[in-house]
C-alpha cells in the first residue's frame, strides 16, 4: 500500500475506533485492529494529538460546507427559509454515528474538537443569523447595538434542538423520526414565528 493510502487507512480506522471508544482509547489497540504494528502508525502520524487533529480535519472540517455561510446571508431570501435549507443540508451532512459520537467524546474529555467547531457554528451561522433577523425585523445592525449572549442563545437553542435529535439517535439510542425534513422545517417555523417579539426586547433593552 502506497504511503498516502496507508495513512489515508489508519486515519479512517481512528475515525471508528474513537467513536466506539472515545480518545481514551490506546493507539497499541487501533494497530492491533488494523493488523500493523504500534510503530507502523508513528511512521506515518507522529503523535496520538496529532491522529485526533487529522481525526478532526477528516470528520469535521470536510464536511462543512463553504456555501453555508453565505446561504444565511442571501437577503434575496426569507431568513427561515434560508435557515430551513441551511439545517436540511446540516443534517445530512452530520447526522453521522461517527461524527456524532466523536463529537460527545471530545466534549466530555475536554479536547478542543468541540469548542473549535462550535466556534464556526457561531461565527459562520449563529452571529450571521443574528444580524439577518434583525436587518428582517428592521432592528439596529450589531454595528450599532452589539449581538448580546441573550441574543445569541435563541439561535443556539434552534441549534441545539435540531442537534438533540442526533444526540437521541446515536448517543442514547432512542429511536427518532427516520425523515428528518418535516422536524427540521417545523423547529425553524416555531422558532420564527416566535422569536420577533423576544429580540425586539432584548436589543431595546441592550440600547438603552
Known amino acids: 500500500m502506497r504511503a498516502a493510502d496507508r495513512e489515508q487507512a489508519i486515519i479512517e480506522e481512528a475515525v471508528r475506533f474513537f467513536a466506539e471508544h472515545g480518545f481514551e482509547g490506546q493507539t497499541r489497540e ?13 511512521r506515518y502520524i507522529p503523535s496520538k494529538e496529532a491522529l485526533i487533529e487529522r481525526v478532526y480535519e477528516h470528520v469535521y472540517l470536510s464536511r462543512w460546507q463553504a456555501s453555508w455561510a453565505p446561504l444565511v446571508t442571501d437577503r434575496s431570501r426569507p431568513l427561515e427559509e434560508r435557515l430551513t435549507q441551511f439545517y436540511l443540508e446540516y443534517v445530512e451532512r452530520v447526522f453521522d454515528y461517527h461524527w456524532v459520537r466523536i463529537f460527545a467524546f471530545s466534549g466530555l474529555k475536554s479536547f478542543d474538537i468541540t469548542s473549535r467547531y462550535l466556534a464556526i457554528v457561531r461565527d459562520e451561522i449563529i452571529l450571521p443569523a443574528c444580524a439577518e433577523l434583525r436587518a428582517e425585523l428592521k432592528l439596529p445592525p450589531p454595528e450599532t447595538v452589539p449581538v448580546s449572549e441573550r441574543e445569541a442563545e435563541l439561535f443556539w437553542g434552534l441549534h441545539g434542538r435540531i442537534f438533540y435529535l442526533a444526540i437521541r439517535r446515536y448517543v442514547y439510542g432512542t429511536a427518532t423520526p427516520e425523515d428528518l425534513g418535516p422536524i427540521v422545517r417545523d423547529a425553524v417555523r416555531s422558532f420564527r414565528a416566535g422569536v420577533a417579539p423576544v429580540v425586539k426586547d432584548i436589543v431595546a433593552g441592550a440600547a438603552g
Open 30 to 42: 487501533l494497530a492491533k485492529r488494523m493488523g500493523i504494528t504500534h510503530s507502523a502508525i508513528y
